[in-house]
């Protein structure tokens, strides 16, 4: 059982990048449950065994990041209860296909794949950020949001179809192979809006504590409470709690174009690592 205890720390630091960049920390776990762990001499976990224990740790995590952001008012609850009301049931339809129908030798080249992609969108949509802020609609929902500093944010809502499509399309890849819907929902708000970065992370923060809760919880009604790898999980919920903490501390001090590049470069290394593995070349 101890032989993941190393895990408390390495869910600090995932959590703490994830939480700080508003993206799912299972980003990060699962290659490193399916490609680390046999290079430090653990069984390594299947890619739907490793997508399952990321999602169920990642619950934990966000629920802490979510605190955290709350407590700092940097949460829009009116724009986030419209991306859940798509993403939740295409996370719970996703996470039905990949227990039930899909082959999970191919699990690891759509993870790479969907990387790689969110990568060039998330790149795209920074340059056309550059060409000037995006320009709402007439009927686009206004906002006011004062956080706990008394910072008032004032912004509008806008692209309303394209973030529905898209947190549908995050909700399924989150049931899938644990990831897409923060990924997707915090590029919409700050690119495609221009929804201020610490608003558009609080709202991703929501947005995926609530979607991966019931990927996660169909995970388990799917295989079993008692096949969950439980030792892994209970290490490494302690190290994501703390770290769900200190994320949100450091977004308040990271710039919009600081924190789109990290999430460029993050998305194309684990892309080009899983997308090889599900290629069987590593």
Do not use: H
């Amino acid at each position: 059982m101890y032989e993941f205890a190393f895990m408390f720390f390495v869910g600090i630091a995932i959590a703490t990048l994830a939480m700080t960049l508003g993206m799912g920390g299972a980003l990060m776990f699962s290659p490193f449950f399916i490609i680390v762990f046999p290079l430090i001499g653990l069984p390594p976990l299947s890619p739907a065994d490793a997508f399952g224990a990321a999602l169920l740790i990642e619950v934990f995590g966000f629920a802490s990041g979510l605190v955290g952001y709350g407590r700092r008012k940097l949460i829009d609850y009116k724009t986030a209860s419209v991306l859940i009301f798509v993403s939740i049931p295409s996370a719970i339809i996703g996470t039905i296909v990949k227990r039930k129908f899909l082959d999970p030798s191919i699990l690891n080249a759509i993870f790479g794949a969907v990387l790689l992609i969110l990568a060039i969108y998330v790149y795209r949509n920074t340059q056309k950020e550059r060409q000037g802020p995006p320009i709402p609609s007439s009927n686009s929902p206004r906002r006011y949001l004062t956080d706990n500093e008394n910072n008032i944010y004032e912004y509008q809502v806008c692209n309303q179809f394209q973030g529905r499509l898209l947190a549908g399309l995050g909700g399924a890849s989150v049931g899938l192979i644990s990831l897409g819907v923060g990924e997707t929902t915090v590029t919409t708000l700050r690119v495609r809006c221009g929804v201020p970065m610490r608003i558009a992370t609080g709202t991703s923060v929501f947005v995926v504590a609530v979607t991966v809760l019931s990927a996660a919880l169909t995970d388990i009604a799917l295989i079993g409470f008692e096949s969950v790898p439980w030792s892994l999980v209970l290490f490494t919920i302690p190290g994501v709690l703390i770290g769900g903490q200190i994320g949100p501390n450091l977004a308040t001090k990271l710039s919009s174009e600081t924190g789109e590049k990290i999430l460029i470069v993050v998305f194309l290394f684990f892309g080009i690592l899983m997308l090889f593995k599900g290629l069987a070349f590593i």
